[in-house]
C-alpha cells in the first residue's frame, strides 16, 4: 500500500514562496502519477498540478507560471515549488498518486498552506 507524507506548509505573505514535499513509501515515483492538489472550506478538491510517469506536466490556470512540479527518484519524493503567491492559494494541499501497475489511488493526510499579510 502507497503511503504519502506531505510537508512544507505553512504561513507566507503575499509573493512570498513556498515549497511543498510529498515523501512517497510503498511504491516508487517512477511508476506512479503523481498530482497535487488544494480545498479550502465548502469547496470541492482541485487539481493544482499534475506530473504522469513519462515525466508530462500540467497545471491549473490559476498557477500557471507560479508552479512547478517535480519529482527526485533518489528521494522518492514529489515536489510543489510555489511562487508569487497570492492569498487565493489559501488552501489545504493534498498530494495524490495513482499506480499505473497496481491501479492503487492513495492520499496524504495534507498541508494547510496560508497566504496572508
Known amino acids: 500500500q502507497v503511503q504519502l507524507v506531505e510537508s512544507g506548509g505553512g504561513l507566507v505573505q503575499p509573493g512570498g514562496s513556498l515549497r511543498l514535499s510529498c515523501a512517497a513509501s510503498g511504491s516508487i515515483v517512477s511508476h506512479m502519477d503523481m498530482g497535487w492538489y488544494r480545498q479550502t472550506p465548502g469547496n470541492q478538491r482541485e487539481l493544482v498540478a499534475r506530473?504522469?510517469?513519462?515525466?508530462?506536466?500540467n497545471y491549473a490556470d490559476s498557477v500557471k507560471g507560479r508552479f512547478t512540479i517535480s519529482r527526485d527518484y533518489a528521494e522518492n519524493t514529489v515536489y510543489l515549488q510555489m511562487n508569487s503567491l497570492r492569498p487565493e492559494d489559501t488552501a489545504v494541499y493534498y498530494c495524490?498518486?495513482?499506480?499505473?501497475?497496481?491501479?492503487?489511488?492513495?492520499w496524504g493526510q495534507g498541508t494547510q498552506v496560508t497566504v496572508s499579510s
Open positions: 495524490n498518486s495513482f499506480d499505473i501497475f497496481r491501479q492503487d489511488n492513495s
Open positions: 506530473i504522469t510517469t513519462d515525466g508530462t506536466t
